[in-house]
């Protein structure tokens, strides 16, 4: 047991409202935020005051009528990164993966984009796209627009780099969104389940009331309905041909996907700060391990009690939804995108066999480069995803 005189030092965290018994406490400086009960926050706050820990049990009795195990909930503090230590300073800094996004851009110049006029900016935004599809059929992406070029792998290569500077835009919707709150948002890239994407890692905002958190969770969306929106008027206008047809295509594929909720898009945050949950995914996922396991007449693997009774009722509705949309996206992959592609890899092979002054040899040599970086940095993902683990 921990020395009775000892005091632990911890970082500045933030502490937020109590919510169904809960608060989420967390450092702004390193993104990391952890779910307590009433109780733990009240550790937190005692022992944050530098009190000593003697101390801190006997006010934890004295209101709970229970002595608290100080051992183990410090070692749970400790490795996310709250406890202060002087051996080791450099670990009990949690590690971050990605690049700083507008780091070094002051919060007042770019709070307006959160203003009230900005606001009814993007609700017309919102309403503007479904208008013009009322008003103009004819501006309704189809799938012949993903086809930019006649030649199909250099089409592919084409709408690979158009896709990806969107997704770009994207997140940097996301970055100066969340500058605007004072946090600073992290770019990386890492994976839903089969897809290859670009995030940003903003869960500072945590330390922000959940009414403010829906701007930022929804700035990636309410950009690239700007973005189509200025495709329709640019079409109207008769400017830009097919490449306006080809990039609000391509947008409204990235918008769809936002509506997949069964994995972690955007609209799965604003779903989850809207029902005021925590980890409803990886809660999921540990509710049906079990579910599976007890099916199989085994003892479940994971311990729920840590979540909320609240929670485990959406649990029990989002599971199904979660299950059959994970198959669904699995099922596409198998029955509609690997014969794309292996259709694609024979004409990309067959095109390096006709040498280098055949214009295919180039398409096939670039499109082959394009799907070794991808599947380079999908198992770099995975890779790393299993070391943090």
Request: glycine share 8%; charged share 15%.
């Amino acid at each position: 047991m921990t020395a009775v005189t000892t005091t632990v030092t911890l970082h500045t965290l933030h502490i937020g409202q109590i919510e169904n018994g809960v608060a989420e406490v967390g450092r702004v400086d390193t993104g990391v935020f952890i779910e307590l009960g009433v109780e733990g926050v009240d550790l937190v706050r005692w022992v944050g005051e530098g009190l000593a820990l003697d101390e801190v049990r006997r006010l934890f009795t004295e209101r709970y009528g229970t002595e608290p195990d100080l051992d183990d909930f410090l070692e749970g503090m400790a490795s996310c990164g709250f406890v202060k230590t002087e051996a080791t300073p450099v670990a009990d800094e949690a590690p971050r993966r990605g690049i700083a996004l507008l780091a070094g851009v002051p919060q007042h110049r770019v709070a307006w984009l959160l203003s009230w006029p900005m606001a009814v900016l993007y609700y017309a935004v919102w309403l503007a796209v479904p208008a013009a599809l009322v008003l103009w059929p004819s501006l309704l992406p189809l799938p012949s627009d993903a086809l930019l070029l006649d030649r199909v792998l250099t089409n592919a290569l084409v709408i690979a780099v158009i896709a990806w500077t969107l997704v770009l835009l994207h997140e940097g919707a996301h970055a100066i969104s969340v500058r605007a709150l004072g946090v600073t948002g992290r770019l990386s890239v890492s994976r839903r389940m089969w897809f290859l994407v670009a995030q940003t890692e903003m869960s500072g905002i945590r330390s922000v009331p959940r009414r403010a958190r829906y701007a930022p969770y929804l700035a990636g969306l309410t950009w690239d309905l700007t973005l189509v929106t200025s495709c329709f008027a640019l079409e109207l206008a008769g400017i830009g041909g097919q490449l306006v047809r080809t990039i609000a295509y391509t947008l409204t594929l990235a918008i769809i996907y936002q509506f997949l909720i069964f994995m972690r898009t955007d609209l799965y945050f604003v779903l989850g700060n809207w029902l005021r949950l925590g980890d409803l995914m990886g809660d999921t996922r540990r509710w049906l391990a079990n579910l599976a396991l007890r099916l199989l007449g085994r003892p479940p693997r994971h311990d729920l009690g840590d979540v909320p009774a609240r929670e485990l009722r959406v649990i029990r509705w989002y599971a199904p939804f979660y299950l059959l949309g994970s198959l669904a996206v699995t099922a596409a992959l198998v029955l509609l995108t690997l014969p794309a592609m292996k259709t694609m890899l024979t004409i990309a092979f067959s095109g390096l066999g006709r040498g280098i002054s055949d214009a295919s040899f180039w398409d096939g040599l670039g499109f082959l480069a394009l799907v070794a970086l991808q599947l380079g940095t999908f198992g770099w993902v995975i890779a790393t995803e299993r070391r943090q683990a």
